[in-house]
């Protein structure tokens, strides 16, 4: 009874976000994005780690990057000390009870939500509730992630990365690819 009524709550707090525009609908190339922010849904280090090296090596070049990562479970992701950019850490204590992100004016990540974007990217392999609510609540110019019930709303671009070992790189590649195409 109680995750049906889950349901409904986070169904309209999501077409609220919606409603309230928080995506530009402007299409942006990946070398014209002077603010990035990226999520990521936490679930297995070794592709947290190549998240990390990619983000470090190609993404913090002149640009304001800001990484947000969900942690589903106790453990939270270990994240290095000396890293180019932000780092915020999003636990089950940063949802409202519909599993939506908190963004109001007290919340712990409100810095994350508040700002504005040039380019938001989803990089979460799997569907989950939340990432659609992050992406939902995130203010952005355009918005790129994964088809998925409910991210076929939120985002402006949905990718599917081909089929590889690695699918943060997958996804990388296909961002880059996609993005470098708008005019």
Not at 102 to 123: N, P, Q, W
Not at 129 to 156: C, E, I
Request: glycine share 8%; net charge positive.
């Amino acid at each position: 009874m109680f995750e049906a009524i889950k349901r409904r709550c986070w169904r309209r707090k999501f077409r609220r976000n919606l409603a309230r525009g928080c995506t530009g609908r402007q299409a942006c190339r990946m070398h014209e994005a002077a603010s990035v922010g990226i999520y990521y849904s936490y679930g297995d280090l070794q592709e947290w780690e190549r998240l990390l090296s990619l983000l470090k090596e190609s993404w913090s070049t002149g640009r304001q990057v800001h990484l947000l990562v969900y942690a589903p479970g106790p453990s939270a992701p270990p994240v290095p000390e000396r890293f180019p950019f932000p780092v915020s850490v999003m636990g089950a204590e940063d949802l409202d009870f519909c599993q939506m992100p908190k963004t109001g004016k007290k919340a712990r990540l409100a810095g994350f939500f508040s700002r504005g974007y040039d380019l938001f990217i989803d990089f979460s392999p799997r569907f989950h509730w939340v990432d659609a609510g992050v992406v939902s609540s995130v203010k952005a110019k355009m918005k790129v992630g994964k088809g998925d019930p409910w991210g076929t709303l939120a985002n402006d671009l949905i990718l599917s990365p081909r089929e590889g070992a690695s699918y943060v790189e997958a996804f990388a590649e296909s961002v880059k690819t996609y993005l470098s195409v708008f005019k």
